[in-house]
């Protein structure tokens, strides 16, 4: 009964202060300090100082950003005009053309930069203008774009992999393997969908552009080789063992520096703006880390894992209510919350819960992945849909009317993960070991 009083009382008290528009972090510290004070005999700062100094000097956590600022160093590049003229020639026999430059660009532009928004707006500025020019229709040139650009959290190196990583102590190689199959799965979804819209509004498209010889599109192919060197460094030293993901994060740098520097655009001006975002992009997340492993702890002092999974537990779900149940839960959390905040917030209590309905962690991890990039395109608090707003002037609505589509089928990839778990638990156990 004191425990549920306690989680009462600490959920109120926790959004009341987020309400307040205090940090996610300072929040979840200040209700996990109150809470070992009010309920437990615990010392609360000595408590507080050793969890977040374990957490904090984590190894794991050093690749974060070290990814992040290979992403801001490739943003401000030209690698999104030279991915559109290496893959344009190649798109153009398909049904949909043009519109498939979205899903393959941002899927090419995700293995090298590990942030969705970042995805939505290196791939954004130069594919939304070319296709406007050539009279696409805006509704589907937005709406691919939104969808395809939160496949930056599924294929590797993600962000979103490395926080949960650290938060269920999982291997964050592990999971980047584990990704790759999910990630191709929605491209698959994704192209699926347009080559249908395309022959089903045939009359929306415009005039195919002349057929471009094999020579000529052979050629457009070197603008790729930048992107393509990296992908293989960054990802291929992790999926072959050569390196783990520091170590991959590391080379990543040293190579998004040097196609600054080749494509003339590494100044010191651009190489400080790069690290300083960086640097506030990983303090800050840094920061949540903290303060959820101080809740991690102290919501395990007070026993309220024990506690909902008990109460869950005699509900008698069996795995798939308990799936949707928690597909619902995170698709209603994404619609206030970004997906950082929605991992740090919930895991204390839904790992324990997951462990002992026997879903696999590595499994569970892109499980959640997948619906997290959801909240990505749902309003009011999605990211991606605020990135477009600025790039296209249209309306909140417009955008998530447009991203609508692409949302049910991250929904059907939820489906299809569960039918087939082995997508996402094979690779990580064949190429790593159990």
């Not at 408590?47 to 977040?52: D, N």
């Not at 992403?71 to 153009?92: C, H, K, Q, V």
């Not at 995170?330 to 997951?354: R, Y």
């Not at 499980?367 to 990039?373: A, C, G, K």
Request: proline share 5%.
């Amino acid at each position: 009964m004191e425990s549920i009083s306690a989680a009462g009382f600490l959920l109120v008290l926790l959004f009341v202060i987020l309400s307040a528009g205090i940090w996610i972090a300072i929040a979840l510290i200040a209700v996990s300090a109150i809470g070992m004070i009010l309920f437990t005999d615990s010392p609360a700062g000595l408590v507080m100082a050793t969890t977040v100094w374990a957490n904090s000097s984590s190894w794991t956590l050093t690749a974060l950003p070290l990814f992040i600022w290979m992403g801001e160093i490739l943003f401000r590049t030209r690698m999104s005009e030279d991915l559109f003229r290496g893959l344009a020639p190649w798109m153009n026999w398909l049904p949909g053309r043009l519109l498939h430059t979205n899903v393959v660009g941002c899927a090419m532009f995700a293995t090298v930069s590990g942030s969705s928004t970042a995805t939505c707006a290196t791939i954004g500025r130069m594919t939304l203008p070319e296709l406007k020019r050539r009279n696409y229709p805006d509704a589907i040139s937005v709406g691919s774009l939104s969808g395809a650009s939160t496949l930056g959290l599924m294929i590797p190196p993600s962000i979103t992999m490395i926080v949960y990583g650290i938060t269920a102590q999982v291997s964050v190689s592990k999971l980047f393997i584990a990704g790759i199959l999910p990630g191709i799965m929605l491209m698959l979804l994704f192209g699926g969908y347009i080559v249908a819209w395309s022959l089903v509004r045939r009359r929306s498209m415009p005039v195919a552009d002349p057929c471009i010889p094999l020579r000529q599109r052979l050629a457009s192919s070197r603008h790729l080789l930048p992107i393509l060197a990296l992908m293989v460094g960054v990802i291929g030293s992790i999926y072959t063992g050569l390196a783990t993901a520091t170590e991959a994060a590391i080379l990543g740098v040293v190579g998004a520096l040097a196609i600054a520097a080749a494509s003339g655009n590494l100044t010191r001006a651009t190489f400080w703006e790069s690290a300083m975002s960086a640097m506030r992009t990983s303090t800050m997340i840094a920061f949540i880390l903290a303060g959820s492993s101080f809740m991690t702890v102290a919501v395990g002092f007070l026993g309220i894992p024990r506690m909902i999974t008990e109460a869950i537990g005699g509900l008698g779900l069996s795995p798939p209510m308990l799936l949707a149940l928690l597909t619902l839960f995170f698709i209603m959390l994404g619609c206030v919350l970004d997906g950082i905040s929605i991992i740090v917030l919930t895991s204390a209590i839904l790992l324990p819960l997951v462990t002992d309905a026997g879903f696999d962690l590595i499994w569970f991890g892109i499980y959640l992945v997948l619906v997290i990039e959801m909240s990505m395109i749902t309003p009011p608090v999605g990211f991606n849909l605020f990135v477009l707003k600025a790039m296209t002037n249209r309306s909140i609505g417009f955008i998530a009317g447009a991203s609508m589509p692409f949302f049910l089928l991250m929904l059907l990839a939820v489906a299809l993960l569960y039918i087939w778990p082995s997508m996402a638990t094979m690779l990580p156990r064949y190429m790593m070991g159990s």
